[in-house]
């Protein structure tokens, strides 16, 4: 096999170039043939493209949709690359969009090379780990202002909170493949989040799948994946757009949902175009569905591109997101479980879905910045040094209100029959000051060569985080509320109260510090090994080392000693292209870790834990058919957890004693089709299916669903048509929507079990889309369903929202 591998790729040549438009910018999803072949491929988003093909001459040709196709004469060696000259279309980027626009390409939903899922550049059916891509087309066209609502079109992922603004930790929380995920990656390192992120800097969305710990280390993903947000980035020419929505709840007019101002404005800093720059902001002026709420947000986003010389570029960038809102109001079960309450799903409760419980002016300010760095320096023709750093700060300060669901017997202190639940106890969890900063460094030797025959692409990487966390969160407790009444001041629940409660720090035990740093160190090697044209195979393995210095209080006192682990992470995969670029099988192992913090085992002796461990077996298919128009994933995947902690009986000296034997399984089936039937017409679908549960694991919970692990079943579709351009160009009309099974936010033997019911959310559009202007109407939640989401807790959701937009494109 090896000796006739060698002997086909000796015969081969690569053909390499770039496509540009008149105004030069980059062509993307741009056809590049050699005539008469069946020897081509389509540009990537910066208008690149290579083509591997038998020694001889030929004609190349570039087309597209709509416009002259342009043909150049190029030889090819066998063994040898050729670089043609830069290709110019004679259209305008604008006019090239809106020929696309009409052809309607499957494309404009995918991206087909991504530089972050593997940290090497490789076109989706290369590599052999799942992931999803969100395109800025879409997000456009479905009127989308925040990553939450991008992730809608992600199979296998399912929101559980929404976005608390808490410094730290204050971003929304989702669920895949059984384990709890935020948004914290951006442009593949850091860019932690402290509330909703806004898309207006996000040129895609990826959601890679599984376990991702060998090139993404611990601190960032999650044992179901990671969210990694690419951001928008300078070009060559000048250009821009002006937007302005507004938004109300069901038809009313009196009070608008939602005010947003955004501008995306590019032009080049010098005459040469080695410097670029770019600015993206928002503003958000958005009210609440409830009696009481609301939030302002504002984003600002620029970003430099400087070109030194052939060999040597820099990207700057900053990410800036504040907000002054009203945080999301969760019910929770504490001092009665859902026996106690004698419900066991939210119709046994009598939660009034349009009562927020507090004042509007019990608000919270946070903050997020994030700033980004990154030096390429092409060493040669076939390595490329990647060196960033990048700095992610977050702040919060202000009140969190949230609820106990309890029985009149705790609210009143007053004997009631069992099950009866006409009361709340409302709490708050507020943040002082609260600052998350981190800090990573990272470099990247990335390389594409042959050994022998044999094509290898690498990356060797090493990566530094540093971690320091100041987060103070205090509480109190503002009494008990009837939890459906007509005559009921909640409105006393305002920031005055909220002040005259604050606990005094230091000496009170509603107080809480996290206040700790952390330094890791890791290095990580990973290749792509070509066995044939046809078969590839993948290895790759991190040594990380995590260094906690210790916790403290407030008095800076140490309440938990310094401790460190080094752990090592694997991973390996496998592809082969049935059909070259069109159908790939592949299979993959990965491993993700966490480092846990100390316990106390049955003998109260402190032990430095093992990491836990997530083994990942996954295999499926992928495709790219009929020129694109076909493309999608279908997989099966199995995790197994290990080492994680579990709680065991305790007594007067030793309360909490655990041990680390625990184990938790989740496996599932995911499938994610994007296609253009015919013309004018897209089509985006996707269905999961996860089975997760405790092997090992505390009495009262084991053989169960984790409460993280969300809905079984989920779907999502959206489909898209354009009419003819005979007709009226740029007019068109799409309509998608989720399902989700039901969904156990409590499941224990103690507790018993709560479930929020399925759901279907529907949602609709309208949109003109010409070269100079676009204009939109989009119905959210078209049918006005009542649906809740929860992570251990119940939280109502949106009901139907209209939003209107115009844009205008320079």
Same mark, same amino acid.
Do not use: C
């Given at each position: ?7 086909y790729?000796?015969q ?5 170039? *770039?496509?540009?438009t ?13 005539k008469?072949?069946?020897?081509g491929?389509m540009?990537d ?12 001459s ?14 150049t004469t190029?030889s090819?060696s066998a063994?040898q ?5 830069a290709?110019?279309l ?21 991206r087909?090379v991504?530089t ?10 290369e ?9 800025n087309? #879409? ?6 202002f ?10 296998g #992922?399912?929101?559980l ?6 410094? %730290?930790?204050?971003?929304?929380y989702?669920?895949?493949? =059984? ?5 914290? #990656?951006?442009?593949g ?22 376990p ?6 611990s ?12 951001? *928008? ?7 821009? @757009? ?25 032009t080049?800093?010098? @005459? ?11 503003y958000?002026?958005?009210?609440s569905f409830?009696?009481? %709420? ?5 984003a600002i986003?620029?970003s ?10 820099? #990207? ?6 504040l ?15 859902p ?11 009598n939660?009034?879905y ?10 919270q300010?946070?903050?997020s910045?994030?700033?980004?760095a ?5 060493l ?7 060196t ?9 300060n ?6 106990y ?17 006409n ?6 969890q ?12 990272q ?14 692409r ?13 987060q ?6 503002? =009494? ?11 409105g006393?629940?305002n ?12 000496d ?11 330094n ?14 046809q078969?590839?195979?993948s290895?790759?393995v991190?040594?990380d !080392? ?6 403290y ?10 401790y460190s682990?080094t ?17 790939s099988?592949f ?16 003998t109260?002796t402190?032990?430095?834990p ?6 990942q ?5 992928k495709m ?7 493309? %999608? ?6 995790i197994?957890?290990t080492n994680?902690? !579990? ?5 007067a000296?030793?309360p ?8 938790q ?13 015919i013309s ?8 999961s ?18 409460n ?12 898209s048509? !354009? ?11 799409g309509?998608?929507g ?5 969904? *156990? ?6 507790q =018993? ?5 399925s ?12 070269v100079k ?9 078209? %049918? ?8 251990t807790?119940?939280n ?15």
């Amino acid at each position: 096999m090896f000796t006739v591998a060698g002997a086909y790729a000796q015969q081969r040549g690569t053909v390499k170039g *770039k496509v540009i438009t008149s105004d030069n910018k980059p062509a993307d999803f741009v056809t590049v043939g050699l005539k008469g072949t069946k020897y081509g491929t389509m540009t990537d988003v910066n208008g690149n493209y290579i083509i591997k093909a038998p020694e001889g001459s030929y004609t190349l040709m570039v087309s597209a949709v709509g416009i002259q196709s342009v043909e150049t004469t190029v030889s090819v060696s066998a063994n040898q690359a050729i670089t043609v000259p830069a290709v110019t279309l004679n259209t305008s980027m604008a006019q090239l969009d809106e020929v696309n626009v009409a052809a309607n390409r499957a494309s404009r939903y995918t991206r087909k090379v991504s530089t972050d899922a593997a940290k090497i550049p490789l076109t989706n059916l290369e590599n052999s780990q799942s992931y999803s891509t969100i395109t800025n087309e #879409l997000l456009k066209e479905q009127q989308v202002f925040t990553i939450d609502d991008a992730l809608r079109n992600t199979p296998g #992922l399912q929101k559980l909170w929404d976005a608390t603004g808490r410094g %730290g930790d204050g971003g929304s929380y989702f669920t895949l493949r =059984g384990f709890t995920v935020q948004s914290s #990656l951006r442009n593949g390192v850091a860019g932690l989040v402290t509330n909703t992120v806004d898309a207006v800097n996000t040129e895609k969305v990826e959601v890679i799948k599984g376990p991702s710990g060998t090139l993404y280390g611990s601190a960032l993903p999650s044992f179901g994946g990671l969210v990694n947000r690419v951001t *928008k980035k300078p070009y060559e020419s000048f250009g821009g @757009e002006v937007s302005q929505s507004v938004g109300s709840y069901n038809f009313g007019l009196s009070k608008y949902s939602l005010t947003r101002t955004t501008i995306d404005i590019n032009t080049p800093v010098t @005459e040469d175009k080695d410097v670029l720059f770019r600015l993206n902001a928002a503003y958000n002026n958005n009210n609440s569905f409830q009696n009481y %709420g609301q939030a302002r947000n504002f984003a600002i986003a620029p970003s430099l591109s400087i070109k030194a010389n052939d060999r040597l570029s820099f #990207l700057l960038e900053s990410e800036i997101f504040l907000g002054r809102s009203s945080s999301m109001r969760p019910f929770f079960f504490f001092f009665d479980s859902p026996k106690a309450l004698g419900a066991s799903k939210v119709s046994d409760l009598n939660i009034d879905y349009n009562q927020a419980y507090v004042n509007e002016d019990v608000t919270q300010r946070s903050r997020s910045v994030n700033n980004f760095a990154q030096a390429t320096y092409k060493l040669s023709d076939k390595i490329t040094s990647q060196t960033i750093f990048t700095s992610s700060s977050s702040f919060s300060n202000g009140a969190s209100p949230y609820f106990y669901l309890v029985t009149d017997k705790t609210a009143t202190g007053v004997a009631s029959p069992l099950g009866q639940n006409n009361y709340i106890l409302r709490y708050d969890q507020s943040t002082a000051n609260s600052k998350f900063d981190a800090i990573e460094v990272q470099e990247n030797i990335n390389g594409d060569f042959n050994i022998g025959q044999f094509r290898n692409r690498f990356v060797v990487g090493l990566d530094y985080q540093h971690v320091n966390s100041n987060q103070v969160y205090y509480g109190n407790a503002y =009494g008990a509320a009837p939890i459906n009444s007509a005559t009921f001041d909640y409105g006393s629940f305002n920031r005055e109260t909220q002040y005259k409660l604050t606990p005094k720090f230091f000496d009170d035990k509603n107080t809480f510090p996290y206040i700790y740093k952390t330094n890791t160190y890791s290095a990580y090697v990973s290749d792509v090994f070509n066995i044939t044209e046809q078969l590839l195979a993948s290895a790759g393995v991190r040594v990380d !080392r995590f260094e906690n210095k210790g916790s403290y209080d407030l008095a800076g006192t140490q309440t938990a000693k310094p401790y460190s682990q080094t752990v090592l992470s694997p991973k390996f995969g496998l592809v082969y292209q049935a059909l070259k670029e069109q159908l790939s099988f592949f299979a993959n192992y990965q491993n993700g870790f966490v480092n846990p913090r100390p316990f106390q085992d049955i003998t109260g002796t402190t032990v430095t834990p093992k990491a836990q461990n997530a083994n990942q077996l996954e295999g499926g298919v992928k495709m790219a058919l009929f020129n694109g128009k076909l493309n %999608g994933t279908v997989s099966y995947y199995n995790i197994k957890l290990t080492n994680v902690l !579990r709680n065991l009986q305790g007594s007067a000296e030793i309360p909490n004693p655990q041990v680390q034997d625990g184990t938790q399984r989740s496996e599932g089936f995911e499938a994610e089709i994007i296609a253009n039937p015919i013309s004018a017409l897209n089509v985006i679908a996707g269905f999961s299916y996860n089975n997760s549960k405790y092997i090992r694991a505390d009495a009262d919970v084991e053989g169960l669903r984790p409460n993280t692990a969300g809905s079984p079943y989920l779907a999502n579709f959206y489909v898209s048509y !354009r009419l003819p351009q005979t007709l009226v160009k740029g007019l068109g009309a799409g309509f998608g929507g989720n399902y989700a099974s039901e969904n *156990k936010v409590i499941n224990s033997v103690a507790q =018993g079990t709560f479930t929020l019911p399925s759901y279907t959310v529907l949602n609709a559009n309208l949109f003109l889309d010409r070269v100079k202007y676009r204009l939109g109407l989009a119905a959210n939640n078209v %049918g006005n369903k009542r649906y809740y989401t929860g992570y251990t807790t119940i939280n109502p959701q949106n009901p139907r929202q209209f939003v209107l937009s115009a844009s205008y494109k320079f």
